[in-house]
């Protein structure tokens, strides 16, 4: 976040500069040594910039191969880390000479060293509150990236990009930007999917929603064998009136007749774009691009400047700030619902085959077309993803 006082904002800027050019360049400890493995698919060459011998990634063809197989097949809404772990279990593939386990391939996965990184790939990590330290310009679509772990930071770098460190590198990465994206996006999907696995009695479940106080509904098997949905917080305490005597069965049954009213009212697999042509997407782009603009004229304006106007200038900053965070969050949500035109392929052909898929399809389609659902005593609220 720009700090108001914009000239210590510079000064600290120009610092992880240098700690970064450190790192590339610089034989002292206390940088960021390129030393240790290379990532899987690269190894390491002695070249001499700017005058010091130091170390470059270059491409290491089989496995380079491997990588580009890798995310080739993750690409694909279906593929689960399962599948390609078994897949290259089958085939006798070593990784370091190791079998290839999941948490080696959700580390390969998010690693920005691979991806040719271009001003997609400046928005993304933008967007996630990383600091990028490299100018947009030489996001070029052809060099990698590295990302370090940032020195303030309060979580691990795998786990949440804010904070954190990014810098374009001298090496070429293998994967296009559009690809390393897909793959990222979906690997952020399916966290928030494994949070609502335990789910057992309906299909709903981690959607559907109390409409008076907002809390969970639990569906509850009675001796009759049916199932109605129960306010956590009225089971709880008691402190929510609840929503009524509400059967499982009904909710799945209207909700699965408004999804395919959905579907039938023009939303198509076909709308479903890649996330950078959503139109929304632009248009936050553009937006953040102009406050970017507005705020290096107004850094440019201090010089000089007396008392009143620079006041001025640092309550503007702090004002652009605070839109700009609203778009970054905003960027974030359409980035978590966004569905690949494949993903909503599959889900039209589970509607349509509704009766025959198993739960977890079930679980799959309403997580792709529903953000949440609120019961109220005789009525349903859907929020659509799209």
């Not at 990014?166 to 690997?187: M, T």
């Not at 999907?189 to 335990?198: C, F, G, H, P």
């Not at 109390?210 to 008691?238: D, E, F, H, P, V």
């Given at each position: 976040?720009?700090?108001?006082?914009?000239?210590?904002?510079?000064?600290?800027?120009?610092?992880?500069?240098?700690?970064?050019?450190?790192?590339?360049?610089?034989?002292?400890?206390?940088?960021?040594?390129?030393?240790?493995?290379?990532?899987?698919?690269y190894?390491?060459?002695?070249?001499?910039?700017?005058?010091?011998?130091?170390?470059?990634?270059?491409?290491e063809?089989?496995?380079?191969?491997?990588?580009?197989?890798?995310?080739?097949?993750?690409?694909?809404?279906?593929?689960?880390?399962?599948?390609?772990?078994?897949?290259?279990?089958?085939?006798?593939?070593?990784?370091y000479?190791?079998?290839?386990?999941?948490?080696?391939?959700?580390?390969l996965?998010?690693n920005?060293v691979?991806?040719?990184?271009?001003?997609?790939?400046?928005?993304?990590?933008?967007?996630?509150?990383?600091n990028?330290?490299?100018?947009?310009?030489q996001f070029?679509?052809?060099?990698?990236?590295y990302?370090?772990?940032?020195r303030?930071?309060?979580?691990?770098?795998?786990?949440?990009?804010?904070?954190?460190?990014?810098v374009?590198?001298?090496?070429?990465?293998?994967?296009?930007s559009?690809?390393?994206?897909n793959?990222?996006?979906k690997?952020?999907r399916?966290?928030?999917?494994?949070?609502?696995?335990?789910?057992?009695?309906?299909?709903?479940?981690?959607?559907v929603?109390?409409?008076?106080?907002?809390?969970?509904?639990?569906?509850?098997?009675?001796?009759?064998?049916?199932?109605y949905?129960r306010?956590?917080?009225?089971?709880?305490?008691?402190?929510?009136?609840?929503?009524?005597?509400?059967?499982?069965?009904?909710?799945e049954?209207?909700?699965?007749?408004?999804?395919?009213?959905?579907?039938?009212?023009?939303?198509?697999?076909a709308?479903?774009?890649?996330?950078?042509e959503?139109?929304?997407?632009k248009?936050?782009?553009?937006?953040i691009?102009e406050?970017?603009?507005?705020?290096?004229?107004l850094?440019?304006s201090?010089?000089?400047?007396?008392?009143?106007?620079?006041?001025?200038?640092?309550?503007?900053?702090?004002?652009?700030?605070?839109?700009?965070?609203?778009?970054?969050?905003?960027?974030?949500?359409?980035?978590?619902?966004?569905?690949?035109?494949?993903?909503?392929?599959?889900?039209?052909?589970?509607?349509?085959?509704?009766?025959?898929?198993?739960?977890?399809?079930k679980?799959?389609?309403?997580?792709?077309?529903i953000?949440?659902?609120?019961?109220?005593?005789?009525s349903?609220?859907?929020?659509?993803?799209?």
């Amino acid at each position: 976040m720009l700090n108001i006082c914009i000239v210590f904002a510079q000064l600290e800027r120009e610092t992880i500069q240098k700690r970064v050019s450190d790192a590339y360049y610089s034989r002292s400890q206390k940088g960021f040594r390129m030393g240790g493995k290379p990532p899987y698919g690269y190894r390491l060459e002695e070249i001499l910039m700017e005058g010091i011998h130091t170390k470059k990634l270059v491409e290491e063809p089989v496995e380079a191969a491997i990588v580009r197989e890798i995310f080739d097949m993750y690409e694909q809404p279906d593929t689960s880390y399962g599948d390609i772990t078994r897949y290259y279990a089958e085939k006798g593939v070593q990784f370091y000479g190791k079998e290839l386990i999941r948490s080696m391939l959700a580390q390969l996965l998010r690693n920005p060293v691979y991806v040719r990184a271009d001003m997609d790939v400046y928005r993304f990590f933008r967007s996630h509150g990383t600091n990028i330290v490299s100018s947009p310009e030489q996001f070029d679509g052809i060099h990698g990236c590295y990302l370090y772990q940032g020195r303030d930071a309060q979580t691990d770098k795998l786990q949440n990009l804010k904070g954190h460190m990014l810098v374009v590198a001298p090496h070429e990465g293998l994967v296009s930007s559009e690809q390393w994206l897909n793959c990222r996006i979906k690997l952020m999907r399916n966290k928030t999917i494994q949070a609502n696995r335990k789910a057992v009695n309906t299909w709903l479940a981690g959607k559907v929603k109390c409409g008076n106080c907002g809390y969970a509904l639990m569906s509850i098997k009675i001796q009759s064998g049916k199932q109605y949905l129960r306010c956590t917080k009225r089971l709880n305490n008691k402190a929510c009136p609840g929503c009524g005597k509400v059967y499982t069965e009904d909710v799945e049954s209207y909700v699965y007749k408004e999804m395919v009213r959905k579907l039938r009212e023009g939303q198509s697999p076909a709308a479903y774009t890649k996330l950078n042509e959503n139109p929304q997407v632009k248009q936050i782009y553009r937006e953040i691009e102009e406050m970017e603009k507005e705020i290096s004229l107004l850094v440019d304006s201090l010089a000089g400047a007396g008392e009143t106007l620079t006041d001025y200038i640092n309550q503007r900053v702090e004002e652009i700030d605070q839109m700009h965070q609203l778009k970054l969050e905003k960027l974030s949500v359409l980035a978590e619902n966004h569905a690949t035109p494949e993903q909503m392929e599959k889900v039209a052909s589970n509607i349509s085959l509704w009766g025959e898929i198993d739960f977890e399809e079930k679980r799959f389609t309403v997580d792709k077309m529903i953000r949440s659902l609120k019961v109220f005593p005789g009525s349903v609220q859907i929020q659509w993803k799209f």
